[in-house]
């Protein structure tokens, strides 16, 4: 079961100016036993926090200003009190994240943590993690002082969750305190990156990510398609079979992937264990290729693919260019070596008997069999596409 977020429940703010802080965040709606509800708490001041009774730490920074606590939800649960760690002046707050596609346990849910503190900048910037394992839920928080944002991008294209914005402070400047969350089915490297912000106000901040590791995920495994991996660039239903598809498409999809071109196929059919699909050639090329399904959950499986013309299509890839360019055949744009040539009968038929083409851009016909036409197309390997059908005149 992959992460995702269920519901938040309001920010919850404090400030004192001697003595402990504390909190009592409202608890998300829907909470529901085998949920993960997470208290992110944010403390402009250096005096860190206590952690909620019935809840873990999963993440303090070493400056006492971002923490995470967790727990996996039981059958009743209560608002927790929330407090800073040491009694002093401070501005204090806290809020709590609902998630599903938690494990059974909070033992060992942490994979990893980083953070970057005492920065200044217009932005909160977030650290760099590398990711070893599938299935992880990444958070992502921030603090800074003497500002309110807003957030106008989460770091790495995540979903903001709360933005934690507190001004008219008795005791110290305004400060900004957003988290934000998302998952990733596939281990990867994350990429550092930052709450950036309209504001253009250069103050300290401090950022943190911690990433989770959820239930597992069944993976996708593509076992056949279309018998033996072969297929054309025109056909249609060809039948993929394999495990783990999902029952119904929702946000599914099958591509064909070669090199740096990737073209999504048109669905016909989707069951868990078998998709029928229309080829779209788009920018790809005849030769060896990867077909790839992707689950509703976004979990992928790939199988090493053929792509073949179909039959009565006849073609060569440029090795170079015959000269003068009046005796080959020419494009609007300058054909080069790399270029594929495809020629076909006009209006779509067979190219004719005997036509071949020549890897310089020439083409000749077997004696008696010269027609008056055929259709021709280039594949431009610089653009990485086709260009329209023409028909090539032969005096």
């Given at each position: 079961?992959?992460?995702?977020?269920?519901?938040?429940?309001?920010?919850?703010?404090?400030?004192?100016?001697?003595?402990?802080?504390?909190?009592?965040?409202a608890l998300p709606s829907g909470v529901?036993?085998?949920?993960?509800?997470?208290?992110?708490?944010?403390?402009?001041?250096?005096?860190?926090?206590?952690?909620?009774?019935?809840?873990?730490?999963?993440?303090?920074?070493?400056?006492?200003?971002?923490?995470?606590?967790?727990?996996?939800?039981?059958?009743?649960?209560?608002?927790?009190?929330?407090?800073?760690?040491?009694?002093?002046?401070?501005?204090?707050?806290?809020?709590?994240?609902?998630?599903?596609?938690?494990?059974?346990?909070?033992?060992?849910?942490?994979?990893?943590?980083?953070?970057?503190?005492?920065?200044?900048?217009?932005?909160?910037?977030t650290p760099a993690r590398t990711v070893?394992?599938?299935?992880?839920?990444?958070?992502y928080l921030g603090l800074k002082h003497?500002?309110?944002?807003?957030?106008?991008?989460?770091?790495?294209?995540?979903?903001?969750?709360?933005?934690?914005?507190?001004?008219?402070?008795?005791?110290?400047?305004?400060?900004?305190?957003?988290?934000?969350?998302?998952?990733?089915?596939?281990?990867?490297?994350?990429?550092?990156?930052?709450?950036?912000?309209?504001?253009?106000?250069?103050?300290?901040?401090?950022?943190?990510?911690?990433?989770?590791?959820?239930?597992?995920?069944?993976?996708?495994?593509?076992?056949?398609?279309?018998?033996?991996?072969?297929?054309?660039?025109?056909?249609?239903?060809?039948?993929?079979?394999?495990?783990?598809?999902?029952?119904?498409?929702?946000?599914?999809?099958?591509?064909?992937?070669?090199?740096?071109?990737?073209?999504?196929?048109?669905?016909?059919?989707?069951?868990?264990?078998?998709?029928?699909?229309?080829?779209?050639?788009?920018?790809?090329?005849?030769?060896?290729?990867?077909?790839?399904?992707?689950?509703?959950?976004?979990?992928?499986?790939?199988?090493?693919?053929?792509?073949?013309?179909?039959?009565?299509?006849?073609?060569?890839?440029?090795?170079?260019?015959?000269?003068?360019?009046?005796?080959?055949?020419?494009?609007?744009?300058?054909?080069?070596?790399?270029?594929?040539?495809?020629?076909?009968?006009?209006?779509?038929?067979?190219?004719?008997?005997?036509?071949?083409?020549?890897?310089?851009?020439?083409?000749?016909?077997?004696?008696?069999?010269?027609?008056?036409?055929?259709?021709?197309?280039?594949?431009?390997?610089?653009?990485?596409?086709?260009?329209?059908?023409?028909?090539?005149?032969?005096?």
């Open positions: 079961m992959a992460w995702d977020l269920e519901s938040v429940g309001a920010w919850s703010y404090q400030e004192v100016g001697s003595g402990t802080a504390t909190v009592t965040p529901s036993s085998g949920d993960l509800l997470l208290v992110r708490a944010a403390n402009r001041q250096d005096t860190g926090f206590a952690t909620p009774s019935g809840y873990t730490l999963l993440f303090a920074d070493t400056a006492g200003r971002n923490a995470l606590f967790g727990k996996i939800a039981g059958g009743s649960e209560s608002a927790p009190n929330v407090s800073s760690g040491s009694a002093g002046a401070t501005q204090f707050g806290a809020t709590i994240g609902r998630f599903s596609g938690a494990p059974a346990s909070i033992a060992g849910i942490v994979h990893a943590t980083a953070e970057t503190t005492w920065n200044s900048s217009a932005d909160i910037s070893t394992v599938d299935n992880i839920l990444e958070i003497s500002d309110v944002g807003p957030t106008v991008d989460a770091p790495n294209s995540s979903t903001l969750i709360n933005e934690g914005r507190t001004s008219g402070l008795a005791y110290g400047s305004n400060f900004w305190a957003p988290w934000a969350w998302r998952a990733q089915t596939t281990a990867e490297h994350i990429s550092a990156s930052a709450f950036d912000t309209a504001s253009t106000s250069t103050q300290t901040h401090f950022g943190g990510v911690v990433t989770l590791v959820g239930l597992g995920i069944d993976p996708v495994t593509v076992t056949d398609v279309d018998t033996d991996e072969t297929i054309t660039t025109t056909q249609e239903d060809v039948v993929v079979t394999g495990t783990n598809f999902k029952a119904s498409q929702s946000t599914g999809k099958v591509e064909i992937l070669q090199g740096e071109n990737t073209v999504e196929q048109t669905i016909v059919a989707w069951a868990d264990d078998e998709i029928t699909f229309d080829v779209d050639q788009g920018s790809l090329t005849t030769g060896a290729a990867t077909l790839r399904v992707t689950n509703s959950e976004g979990t992928s499986g790939d199988l090493g693919i053929t792509l073949t013309d179909p039959g009565g299509i006849v073609s060569v890839t440029l090795t170079s260019l015959h000269s003068p360019a009046s005796g080959r055949i020419t494009a609007e744009g300058e054909l080069m070596a790399g270029d594929i040539l495809e020629a076909r009968g006009v209006g779509g038929g067979a190219a004719p008997a005997g036509l071949t083409l020549n890897p310089d851009g020439t083409f000749q016909f077997a004696d008696g069999s010269t027609p008056t036409s055929f259709e021709c197309r280039c594949y431009d390997s610089g653009l990485t596409s086709y260009g329209a059908w023409a028909v090539q005149a032969i005096a």
